[in-house]
Protein backbone atom coordinates (compact mmCIF):
# COMPACT_ATOMS: atom_id res chain seq x y z
CA UNK A 1 0.00 0.00 0.00
CA UNK A 2 1.49 3.36 -0.67
CA UNK A 3 1.67 6.20 1.48
CA UNK A 4 -0.48 8.45 -0.65
CA UNK A 5 -3.02 5.92 -0.07
CA UNK A 6 -3.01 5.40 3.90
CA UNK A 7 -2.98 9.32 3.58
CA UNK A 8 -6.32 9.55 2.33
CA UNK A 9 -7.67 7.49 4.11
CA UNK A 10 -6.28 8.86 7.34
CA UNK A 11 -7.76 12.35 6.16
CA UNK A 12 -11.29 10.78 5.67
CA UNK A 13 -11.04 9.15 9.00
CA UNK A 14 -10.18 12.17 10.81
CA UNK A 15 -12.77 14.18 9.46
CA UNK A 16 -15.05 11.54 10.91
CA UNK A 17 -13.18 11.30 13.91
CA UNK A 18 -12.92 14.79 15.05
CA UNK A 19 -16.66 15.81 14.72
CA UNK A 20 -17.79 14.52 17.77
CA UNK A 21 -14.74 16.49 19.08
CA UNK A 22 -14.91 19.63 18.26
CA UNK A 23 -18.25 20.48 18.95
CA UNK A 24 -17.03 20.04 22.65
CA UNK A 25 -13.55 21.95 21.81
CA UNK A 26 -15.80 24.38 20.32
CA UNK A 27 -17.07 25.57 24.09
CA UNK A 28 -13.44 25.01 25.68
CA UNK A 29 -12.06 27.14 22.60
CA UNK A 30 -13.50 27.73 19.14
CA UNK A 31 -10.59 25.91 17.25
CA UNK A 32 -10.53 23.13 15.19
CA UNK A 33 -11.30 20.84 11.42
CA UNK A 34 -10.74 20.54 7.74
CA UNK A 35 -8.71 22.20 4.56
CA UNK A 36 -5.83 23.41 5.67
CA UNK A 37 -3.86 26.54 3.82
CA UNK A 38 -0.65 25.60 2.91
CA UNK A 39 0.29 28.02 5.47
CA UNK A 40 -1.42 26.25 7.90
CA UNK A 41 0.97 23.34 7.63
CA UNK A 42 2.41 22.99 11.43
CA UNK A 43 6.24 21.95 12.20
CA UNK A 44 6.87 19.85 14.87
CA UNK A 45 4.77 20.64 18.21
CA UNK A 46 7.02 22.36 20.97
CA UNK A 47 5.77 22.57 24.27
CA UNK A 48 3.69 19.42 23.84
CA UNK A 49 2.97 17.64 27.14
CA UNK A 50 5.13 14.50 26.80
CA UNK A 51 4.52 11.08 27.78
CA UNK A 52 5.82 9.91 31.50
CA UNK A 53 8.81 8.02 29.92
CA UNK A 54 8.96 6.08 26.53
CA UNK A 55 7.98 2.89 27.55
CA UNK A 56 5.33 3.95 29.82
CA UNK A 57 1.37 3.20 28.08
CA UNK A 58 -0.26 6.57 26.53
CA UNK A 59 -3.12 7.75 28.57
CA UNK A 60 -5.82 9.02 26.77
CA UNK A 61 -6.04 12.19 28.17
CA UNK A 62 -2.08 12.72 27.16
CA UNK A 63 -1.73 15.74 25.31
CA UNK A 64 0.51 14.74 21.80
CA UNK A 65 0.65 17.83 20.47
CA UNK A 66 -1.14 21.51 20.22
CA UNK A 67 -1.43 24.47 18.01
CA UNK A 68 -3.05 27.96 19.20
CA UNK A 69 -3.87 27.06 22.45
CA UNK A 70 -5.40 24.12 21.06
CA UNK A 71 -4.45 20.59 22.55
CA UNK A 72 -5.14 17.34 20.49
CA UNK A 73 -5.08 14.35 23.04
CA UNK A 74 -4.42 10.64 22.29
CA UNK A 75 -7.69 9.63 22.94
CA UNK A 76 -8.61 11.76 19.38
CA UNK A 77 -5.62 10.36 17.72
CA UNK A 78 -7.07 6.96 18.58
CA UNK A 79 -9.95 7.54 17.56
CA UNK A 80 -9.05 8.59 13.87
CA UNK A 81 -6.86 5.34 13.60
CA UNK A 82 -10.10 3.80 14.87
CA UNK A 83 -11.86 4.77 11.20
CA UNK A 84 -8.81 3.05 9.48
CA UNK A 85 -8.80 -0.57 8.14
CA UNK A 86 -6.66 -3.04 9.49
CA UNK A 87 -4.58 -2.62 6.34
CA UNK A 88 -4.12 1.05 6.71
CA UNK A 89 -3.75 0.69 10.48
CA UNK A 90 -0.77 -1.55 10.57
CA UNK A 91 0.79 0.35 7.97
CA UNK A 92 0.41 3.18 10.78
CA UNK A 93 2.47 0.93 13.27
CA UNK A 94 4.81 -0.05 10.80
CA UNK A 95 5.97 3.72 9.84
CA UNK A 96 5.57 6.43 12.37
CA UNK A 97 5.72 8.61 10.24
CA UNK A 98 2.73 8.42 9.17
CA UNK A 99 1.25 8.91 12.60
CA UNK A 100 3.06 12.08 12.89
CA UNK A 101 1.22 12.85 9.40
CA UNK A 102 -2.36 11.75 10.91
CA UNK A 103 -1.74 14.24 13.81
CA UNK A 104 -0.28 17.21 11.65
CA UNK A 105 -3.64 16.89 10.20
CA UNK A 106 -5.86 16.90 13.05
CA UNK A 107 -3.46 20.16 13.56
CA UNK A 108 -4.28 21.71 10.32
CA UNK A 109 -7.97 20.94 11.06
CA UNK A 110 -8.00 22.76 13.82
CA UNK A 111 -6.54 25.91 11.86
CA UNK A 112 -9.35 25.63 9.29
CA UNK A 113 -11.77 25.23 11.54
CA UNK A 114 -10.94 28.54 13.62
CA UNK A 115 -10.71 29.80 10.53
CA UNK A 116 -14.19 29.41 9.52
CA UNK A 117 -15.66 30.04 12.68
CA UNK A 118 -14.23 33.56 12.58
CA UNK A 119 -16.02 33.87 9.20
CA UNK A 120 -19.29 32.45 10.77
CA UNK A 121 -19.25 29.87 7.94
CA UNK A 122 -21.66 27.75 10.27
CA UNK A 123 -24.46 30.57 10.19
CA UNK A 124 -24.64 29.58 5.86
CA UNK A 125 -28.05 28.14 5.26
CA UNK A 126 -26.49 25.27 3.55
CA UNK A 127 -24.04 24.73 6.08
CA UNK A 128 -26.53 24.62 9.12
CA UNK A 129 -29.01 22.30 6.92
CA UNK A 130 -25.87 19.96 6.26
CA UNK A 131 -25.10 19.78 10.15
CA UNK A 132 -28.60 19.02 10.78
CA UNK A 133 -29.04 16.33 8.50
CA UNK A 134 -25.42 15.01 10.06
CA UNK A 135 -26.92 15.08 13.39
CA UNK A 136 -29.99 13.70 12.45
CA UNK A 137 -27.91 10.48 10.95
CA UNK A 138 -26.13 10.15 13.62
CA UNK A 139 -28.29 9.88 16.69
CA UNK A 140 -30.50 7.78 14.60
CA UNK A 141 -27.46 5.43 13.42
CA UNK A 142 -26.24 5.18 17.29
CA UNK A 143 -30.51 4.05 18.45
CA UNK A 144 -30.56 1.68 15.88
CA UNK A 145 -27.25 -0.04 16.48
CA UNK A 146 -28.16 -0.02 20.26
CA UNK A 147 -31.27 -1.28 19.74
CA UNK A 148 -30.96 -4.01 16.99
CA UNK A 149 -27.60 -5.81 18.42
CA UNK A 150 -27.44 -9.20 18.53
CA UNK A 151 -27.13 -11.22 22.13
CA UNK A 152 -23.60 -12.00 23.21
CA UNK A 153 -24.45 -15.77 22.39
CA UNK A 154 -25.22 -15.17 18.68
CA UNK A 155 -23.75 -16.90 16.67
CA UNK A 156 -23.73 -20.53 18.55
CA UNK A 157 -21.56 -23.05 18.10
CA UNK A 158 -24.22 -24.74 16.05
CA UNK A 159 -24.90 -21.83 14.06
CA UNK A 160 -21.39 -21.66 13.82
CA UNK A 161 -20.62 -24.87 12.37
CA UNK A 162 -23.49 -25.07 10.09
CA UNK A 163 -22.44 -22.18 8.55
CA UNK A 164 -18.43 -22.76 8.29
CA UNK A 165 -20.00 -26.48 6.47
CA UNK A 166 -21.79 -24.59 3.88
CA UNK A 167 -19.35 -22.50 2.69
CA UNK A 168 -16.80 -25.12 2.83
CA UNK A 169 -15.39 -24.24 -0.89
CA UNK A 170 -15.26 -20.70 -0.60
CA UNK A 171 -12.42 -21.44 2.61
CA UNK A 172 -9.98 -23.48 0.18
CA UNK A 173 -6.45 -22.23 0.44
CA UNK A 174 -4.93 -22.82 -2.76
CA UNK A 175 -1.99 -25.03 -3.58
CA UNK A 176 0.77 -22.69 -2.82
CA UNK A 177 4.65 -22.19 -4.51
CA UNK A 178 7.81 -21.16 -2.37
CA UNK A 179 10.16 -20.09 -5.51
CA UNK A 180 13.25 -18.74 -6.16
CA UNK A 181 14.79 -17.02 -9.49
CA UNK A 182 17.38 -15.53 -11.46
CA UNK A 183 16.45 -12.65 -13.94
CA UNK A 184 18.73 -12.00 -16.81
CA UNK A 185 17.37 -8.79 -17.86
CA UNK A 186 16.00 -8.17 -21.28
CA UNK A 187 13.13 -5.17 -21.98
CA UNK A 188 10.43 -6.31 -24.43
CA UNK A 189 11.18 -3.40 -26.90
CA UNK A 190 14.97 -4.87 -27.20
CA UNK A 191 17.21 -4.17 -30.41
CA UNK A 192 18.34 -7.44 -31.88
CA UNK A 193 21.75 -6.97 -30.09
CA UNK A 194 21.12 -6.57 -26.75
CA UNK A 195 18.26 -9.88 -27.20
CA UNK A 196 21.61 -12.00 -28.48
CA UNK A 197 24.08 -10.49 -25.82
CA UNK A 198 21.08 -11.61 -23.32
CA UNK A 199 20.08 -14.95 -25.20
CA UNK A 200 24.56 -15.40 -24.39
CA UNK A 201 24.15 -14.78 -20.41
CA UNK A 202 21.41 -16.93 -20.16
CA UNK A 203 22.59 -20.03 -21.70
CA UNK A 204 25.78 -19.43 -19.70
CA UNK A 205 23.59 -19.12 -16.56
CA UNK A 206 21.90 -22.12 -17.56
CA UNK A 207 24.58 -23.87 -17.97
CA UNK A 208 25.88 -23.41 -14.39
CA UNK A 209 22.25 -23.41 -13.00
CA UNK A 210 21.61 -27.05 -14.28
CA UNK A 211 25.13 -28.22 -13.07
CA UNK A 212 25.65 -31.46 -10.66
CA UNK A 213 25.36 -29.80 -7.30
CA UNK A 214 25.01 -26.24 -8.36
CA UNK A 215 24.16 -23.33 -5.27
CA UNK A 216 21.07 -22.00 -7.37
CA UNK A 217 21.46 -19.24 -3.73
CA UNK A 218 24.78 -18.51 -4.20
CA UNK A 219 24.37 -18.04 -7.92
CA UNK A 220 21.37 -16.14 -7.84
CA UNK A 221 23.06 -13.74 -6.09
CA UNK A 222 25.74 -13.48 -8.70
CA UNK A 223 24.10 -14.09 -11.50
CA UNK A 224 20.60 -12.82 -11.01
CA UNK A 225 19.74 -8.97 -12.54
CA UNK A 226 17.03 -8.41 -10.08
CA UNK A 227 18.60 -7.16 -7.23
CA UNK A 228 15.80 -7.44 -4.47
CA UNK A 229 15.47 -11.03 -4.84
CA UNK A 230 19.18 -11.64 -6.02
CA UNK A 231 19.96 -10.44 -1.85
CA UNK A 232 17.84 -13.24 -0.95
CA UNK A 233 19.72 -15.59 -2.87
CA UNK A 234 16.66 -15.46 -5.64
CA UNK A 235 13.81 -16.60 -2.99
CA UNK A 236 10.19 -15.19 -3.90
CA UNK A 237 8.73 -16.61 -1.21
CA UNK A 238 5.59 -18.08 -0.98
CA UNK A 239 2.99 -17.45 -3.76
CA UNK A 240 -0.62 -19.01 -4.06
CA UNK A 241 -0.81 -20.90 -7.26
CA UNK A 242 -3.89 -18.37 -8.59
CA UNK A 243 -1.35 -15.56 -8.87
CA UNK A 244 1.06 -17.30 -10.53
CA UNK A 245 1.30 -15.67 -14.20
CA UNK A 246 0.08 -18.37 -16.50
CA UNK A 247 3.74 -18.84 -18.22
CA UNK A 248 5.17 -19.03 -14.45
CA UNK A 249 2.41 -21.69 -13.66
CA UNK A 250 2.97 -23.62 -16.35
CA UNK A 251 6.17 -24.51 -15.69
CA UNK A 252 6.61 -24.70 -11.65
CA UNK A 253 3.47 -27.31 -11.60
CA UNK A 254 5.18 -29.64 -13.22
CA UNK A 255 8.46 -29.30 -11.15
CA UNK A 256 9.77 -31.68 -8.67
CA UNK A 257 10.51 -30.18 -5.74
CA UNK A 258 14.53 -28.75 -5.73
CA UNK A 259 14.17 -28.62 -9.48
CA UNK A 260 14.97 -25.56 -12.04
CA UNK A 261 12.83 -24.91 -14.71
CA UNK A 262 13.33 -24.15 -18.35
CA UNK A 263 13.66 -19.83 -18.67
CA UNK A 264 10.64 -18.28 -18.94
CA UNK A 265 10.16 -14.92 -21.33
CA UNK A 266 8.27 -12.13 -19.52
CA UNK A 267 8.38 -8.31 -20.15
CA UNK A 268 11.25 -7.84 -18.26
CA UNK A 269 13.60 -10.67 -19.20
CA UNK A 270 13.89 -14.48 -18.74
CA UNK A 271 12.99 -15.96 -15.62
CA UNK A 272 14.94 -19.41 -14.21
CA UNK A 273 12.99 -20.95 -11.37
CA UNK A 274 13.61 -23.01 -8.44
CA UNK A 275 11.01 -24.99 -6.67
CA UNK A 276 12.04 -24.50 -3.37
CA UNK A 277 9.01 -26.18 -1.44
CA UNK A 278 4.77 -26.40 -2.11
CA UNK A 279 1.92 -26.20 -0.14
CA UNK A 280 -0.52 -28.12 -0.68
CA UNK A 281 -4.22 -26.92 -1.56
CA UNK A 282 -6.24 -27.17 1.87
CA UNK A 283 -9.64 -25.91 3.37
CA UNK A 284 -9.18 -23.52 6.65
CA UNK A 285 -9.99 -24.99 9.87
CA UNK A 286 -13.11 -23.29 11.80
CA UNK A 287 -10.55 -22.34 14.43
CA UNK A 288 -8.42 -20.45 11.94
CA UNK A 289 -11.93 -18.43 10.79
CA UNK A 290 -13.80 -18.73 13.95
CA UNK A 291 -13.18 -14.59 14.49
CA UNK A 292 -13.84 -13.32 10.96
CA UNK A 293 -16.83 -15.52 10.90
CA UNK A 294 -18.33 -14.92 14.16
CA UNK A 295 -17.83 -10.95 13.54
CA UNK A 296 -19.95 -11.28 9.83
CA UNK A 297 -22.47 -13.13 10.94
CA UNK A 298 -22.60 -10.59 14.09
CA UNK A 299 -22.96 -8.06 11.21
CA UNK A 300 -25.33 -9.59 9.25
CA UNK A 301 -27.80 -10.73 11.95
CA UNK A 302 -27.59 -6.84 13.31
CA UNK A 303 -28.53 -5.30 9.83
CA UNK A 304 -31.41 -8.10 9.93
CA UNK A 305 -32.33 -6.90 13.17
CA UNK A 306 -31.88 -2.96 12.05
CA UNK A 307 -34.19 -4.01 9.25
CA UNK A 308 -36.85 -5.84 11.03
CA UNK A 309 -37.17 -3.08 13.79
CA UNK A 310 -37.65 -0.44 11.03
CA UNK A 311 -40.61 -2.19 9.52
CA UNK A 312 -42.16 -2.89 12.66
CA UNK A 313 -41.96 0.84 13.47
CA UNK A 314 -43.01 1.80 9.91
CA UNK A 315 -46.36 -1.13 10.47
CA UNK A 316 -46.77 1.03 13.70
CA UNK A 317 -46.95 4.54 12.06
CA UNK A 318 -48.09 3.60 8.58
CA UNK A 319 -46.45 6.87 5.88
CA UNK A 320 -48.85 8.85 3.82
CA UNK A 321 -47.51 9.42 0.76
CA UNK A 322 -48.92 11.88 -1.93
CA UNK A 323 -47.76 9.73 -4.72
CA UNK A 324 -49.03 12.15 -7.47
CA UNK A 325 -46.83 14.76 -5.94
CA UNK A 326 -43.94 12.71 -5.77
CA UNK A 327 -43.88 11.92 -9.49
CA UNK A 328 -44.40 16.03 -10.54
CA UNK A 329 -41.46 16.66 -7.82
CA UNK A 330 -39.05 13.96 -10.15
CA UNK A 331 -40.61 15.09 -13.28
CA UNK A 332 -39.51 18.55 -12.21
CA UNK A 333 -36.00 17.93 -10.93
CA UNK A 334 -35.59 15.82 -14.80
CA UNK A 335 -36.76 19.04 -16.57
CA UNK A 336 -34.80 21.31 -14.56
CA UNK A 337 -31.23 19.12 -15.74
Known amino acids: ?6 TSGLLAAITLALAPAEASAQQRAPQQPVQPRQAAVPQPVRGAQP ?3 AGAAVKDSDIVAKIGGSDVTAAEVRSAISFLDPRQQAALARDPALLSQTVRAILANRLAYKEALSKKWEE ?5 AQIARVRESVIVDGYLKSVTVPPESYPSEAELKAVYDANAS ?6 RFRLAQVLIALPKDADKDAEEAARKKLAEALKKLKAPGADFGKLARELSEDSASAEREGDLGWVGEPDLRPEIRSQVTGLAKGAVSEPVRLDDGWHVLKLLDTEAARQRTLAEVRDGLVQRLRAEKAEANRRAYVNELLKQSPPVLNEIALSRLIEAKSESR
Open 1 to 6: MTRAVV
Open 51 to 53: VAD
Open 124 to 128: QPAVQ
Open 170 to 175: ALLVPR
